[in-house]
């Protein structure tokens, strides 16, 4: 449609700025990481030093995400393999938690055995950073973030106009924050919408969210409440294995194929 055709063409300038942008900021970070550990070396003062590990840490902090960044922007980083949501969380967790930040609570509820996802793994962890992201900066006050992975079956219902009958798994960030209102629900995945204040937001996050789930064949919800929280709900098509494949309900026996 018109809309998505538009969505595309500002995700393409998006990505040529981003990659531009990633690549001087990785410059820059080097500089500055680079003269830290120069000036470590020479301190005898331990005060000074715990401060200087502290912006260490952010440098590395802020290098790996423009790393993230790059890859994400040259689109031939996209290297779909299966994989096993409540894993990738697990094995991610640090970086979100520290995302969340100290006044906000990470919560896991994931549920084991699921289907595995063919998804780009780096591409989910930057989804899941700006969920997560988004989630604390909803929350000034504090309070619960809630990472959950599920199943779901479709068949024939209303979320299946959009999404083929079959099996998929659900990956949710909820909050309990501030929520949005229907007109802000609406345009959220559009990039470069924000409403946060100049310099704090740039409203590549849930574009990025959204564009991800759209190379995954899976689809972006967003369930909000004014006053009550947010739920970003990303729903991914189940990659079975061969065998266990099954045709219109039923199982293929290799003597049929015969
Ligand atoms: P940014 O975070 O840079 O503003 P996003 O694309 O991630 O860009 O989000 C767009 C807008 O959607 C935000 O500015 C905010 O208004 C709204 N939003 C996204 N996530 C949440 C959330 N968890 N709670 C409340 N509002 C949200």
Known sequence: SEDSFRQAQKMEAVGQLTAGL???????LTAIAGN???LQARLEQPDLRRRLDVIQIAADRAAHLTRQLLAFARKTALDPKPIDLSDAVLGFVDLLETTAGSGVELRLDLRRRLPACLVDRTHLESALLNAVANARDAMPKGGEITIATSRLHLNGDALSRELPSGDYVVLEV???GEG???SVVARAAEPFFT???QGKGT???LAMVHGFLQQSRGRLEIESEVGRGTTIRMILPAHMAASEVETRGELVEPA???
């Open 36 to 38: 830290l550990e120069r």
């Open 174 to 176: 909820r909050d309990e």
């Open 22 to 28: 990633a690549h001087d900021f990785n410059n820059l």
């Open 203 to 205: 409203g590549l996050g």
């Open 256 to 258: 049929k194929l015969a």
């Open 180 to 182: 949005m209102p229907p």
């Open 195 to 197: 409403t946060k204040s």
